[in-house]
């Protein structure tokens, strides 16, 4: 597609339950980016994906947390037992290459609100 | 580890004023520095990036920053500010991490706004 797409926009799930989110990236793009954005402060990585597998996993807060990306295309954000603090704006983005160099072009996000 | 600070949380201008919003980095090399700018609801959009070279780098919408190695330093310039410019601006560092992927590591952000 032409941009980032991520659904769903908005999704407002009870304390405890499990969430996806849905990321399809730029069609060609190799790399794919999770970060979480929580209310005034700064995305904050979560994990990075170059083709299927997960590079770098470094920033997933706890195991509550996994992605995936089966066949190097749209990603998954999965997280169980989702709690209060889980709140945010889940960001995906994605590049042609794995190099920051070029650059990324973010998704609009998932407004995530668990209450 | 690398980290950005925004020592600004928001910042006020008059339209047609200049605007510079600052950002400093840590990082123990020669590191690649990126602003981004997000409007309410929206994904965050780049307005420029820094890798090598010369150290005033040129972006969209007529903002330009310049890369101080001596202050470490990527402070954010626009000579004369629109109302539209009214959003949170981000700077980032990039660096590699695990397994040669790319994280950014952003500042807190500055809110812009605007007034008439």
């Known amino acids: 597609g032409a941009g980032v797409s991520q659904t769903p926009s908005n999704k407002v799930t009870e304390k405890g339950k499990y969430v996806e989110l849905r990321c399809d990236p730029i069609?060609?793009?190799?790399?794919l980016y999770w970060y979480r954005q929580s209310l005034g402060q700064g995305p904050e990585f979560l994990i990075y994906f170059q083709g299927t597998g997960a590079a770098d996993d470094s920033g997933l807060p706890n195991d509550r947390f996994f992605a995936v990306r089966p066949e190097g295309s749209v990603s998954t954000l999965k997280i169980q037992r989702t709690e209060r603090g889980d709140s945010a704006v889940y960001l995906c983005a994605s590049s042609p290459a794995g190099r920051t160099n070029y650059g990324y072009t973010f998704g609009s996000g998932t407004r995530l609100t668990v209450v | 580890a690398q980290s950005v600070t925004q020592p600004d949380i928001h910042i006020t201008v008059s339209e047609g004023a200049s605007l510079e919003l600052r950002c400093n980095y840590s990082?123990?090399?020669?590191?690649?520095l990126f602003w981004y700018v997000q409007s309410p609801g929206q994904g965050l959009q780049l307005l420029l990036k820094y890798f090598s070279g010369d150290t005033l780098v040129q972006g969209i919408k007529g903002f330009e920053a310049e890369f101080k190695r001596s202050q470490s330093s990527f402070n954010l310039r626009k000579p004369s500010v629109h109302w539209s410019d009214a959003a949170e601006y981000f700077c980032a560092v990039g660096a590699l991490g695990n397994n040669a992927g790319n994280m950014l590591t952003f500042g807190g952000g500055t809110r812009l706004m605007v007034k008439p």
């Open positions: 069609s060609g793009h190799t790399a």
């Open positions: 990082y123990g090399a020669t590191p690649y």
